[in-house]
């Protein structure tokens, strides 16, 4: 098969494609039974089930993971002597966020100005579409073997999946594996995800009185709990508001694309008149430095607070961490900093949640040099980016410690645009459509140089 008939038969499946999305969409697999139902999940594994045995896949199986989500795993052999290639997506949603904040049904795929929107659209239903269209336009010539693994709670983060393919590595051993959970630096723009920010959450607890006192008759002596927490997260930025954990070094850069800083201020919906944060490039703030958030605390609101010292408060902390950093050690000095910032003596007390290792995906190999070869291919360009991401899949540096020697590589639909995780979410069709020309390109040409 030529490159333009792989291209005709790519668009000839974009109906189907579309069609099997707004199937995938209307199942609400959020891996939570506090906001979905748990048969929301079974019913799209049941269809990803039937869609890929469909395909010719064998043993095509649920395998339940220790955080009871299921991993859908099976594989379609090719030649004998044909490098093995794993296709990783995951199958659970965010949760729609509120319902009212949607201009279209969550549940229902609908095309809007280009786009289609609804949860999952792309992230990661749209990459399940781009796997099914690729395979299909090979039509039944897969020159390597194919493997796939299905997450089921990539979303929650609960661990499944890190804790089942070590334990299952003849399923999911590969020679190159595709995690398609990411996207172009834009529409149109052909892009390659070569590492990933880590993460070190802790939850800061400050306590100082044994009640809430009357603030007229105390305040001024009585040390107000939330007050102090406020100085403690205060003092993780400066004020230019790069983070200033102490320890931590915040003046790496980027090596690869450019984000300018108008088309960050777009994609992140920065209001006018608002400044960005930080020094130095774009890129290097959001991809190759720490950076702190405060993710939400626990203090009286506005509506129902009273005339009152408050006598405890919290905070849920995260830190992204960029690679060249340990997560455990940034997490050590994210504990010391707001320790050493507390006043007045205040009790303070951390809980530890999650660690994630930043990740460096290959960037040379066979494998690599195919998918190069493929995506500028598929885009019809002589420029594929090299970019970061600021976001963390810890099942890619689960994968790298089992499978040393496979290249892995980060690609996908999930462009700015799409908006994942927030209301509104959508997938330009296009970019399904040139990922899965990509995507069934790589498989050939990986299959011709791997024999080379």
């Not at 997450?151 to 609960?158: D, I």
């Not at 885009?379 to 899949?393: E, F």
Request: some cysteine; overall charge negative.
């Amino acid at each position: 098969m030529t490159d333009d008939a792989l291209r005709e038969r790519v668009q000839g499946l974009m109906p189907q494609a579309q069609s099997e999305l707004a199937e995938m969409v209307s199942f609400q697999s959020v891996h939570n039974p506090e906001v979905s139902p748990p048969e929301e999940c079974d019913k799209m594994v049941d269809w990803l089930l039937e869609a890929f045995t469909s395909l010719g896949f064998d043993d095509v199986a649920a395998n339940e993971t220790s955080d009871g989500s299921k991993a859908v795993t099976g594989h379609l052999d090719g030649p004998d002597d044909a490098p093995t290639v794993l296709l990783y997506f995951h199958h659970d949603v965010q949760p729609p966020l509120g319902e009212d904040e949607w201009d279209s049904p969550v549940w229902a795929l609908t095309e809007r100005n280009g786009r289609w929107y609804g949860r999952g659209a792309a992230d990661c239903k749209g990459n399940i579409a781009v796997h099914l269209a690729a395979l299909r336009a090979l039509d039944g010539d897969i020159p390597v073997n194919v493997k796939i693994i299905g997450e089921g709670s990539e979303e929650q983060g609960t661990g499944g999946i890190e804790d089942f393919v070590p334990r299952n590595p003849d399923l999911v051993r590969a020679d190159a594996i595709l995690v398609v959970d990411t996207g172009n630096f834009a529409v149109g723009r052909p892009s390659l995800t070569k590492s990933l920010r880590g993460i070190a959450n802790v939850v800061v607890s400050v306590e100082t009185l044994g009640s809430a006192m009357h603030s007229g008759m105390f305040g001024g002596a009585a040390p107000d709990a939330l007050a102090a927490l406020i100085v403690m997260l205060a003092s993780m930025r400066d004020a230019k508001g790069n983070t200033t954990i102490d320890g931590l070094d915040a003046s790496t850069t980027f090596d690869g694309v450019d984000y300018p800083a108008e088309v960050f201020r777009t994609d992140a919906t920065v209001l006018d008149g608002v400044d960005l944060i930080g020094s130095g490039g774009v890129a290097d703030r959001v991809w190759a430095r720490p950076a702190v958030t405060v993710l939400g605390m626990d203090c009286p609101p506005v509506v129902g607070s009273s005339s009152a010292v408050v006598p405890r408060a919290r905070a849920r902390v995260s830190l992204r961490v960029p690679p060249g950093m340990d997560s455990k050690v940034a997490q050590d000095l994210l504990i010391d900093h707001l320790s050493a910032a507390a006043p007045w003596n205040v009790k303070v007390s951390f809980e530890r949640e999650s660690i994630g290792s930043p990740f460096v995906g290959s960037t040379e190999g066979p494998a690599y040099d195919s998918m190069i070869a493929a995506m500028k291919g598929a885009y019809r360009t002589d420029d594929v980016l090299l970019m970061g991401q600021g976001g963390s899949i810890p099942l890619c540096n689960v994968f790298a410690d089992t499978f040393p020697e496979a290249e892995i590589m980060l690609l996908g639909v999930e462009e700015p645009q799409c908006l994942i995780h927030a209301p509104n979410e959508s997938v330009d069709p296009s970019e399904i459509e040139n990922m899965a020309i990509a995507e069934a390109s790589f498989l050939r040409e990986y299959a011709s140089r791997a024999r080379r």
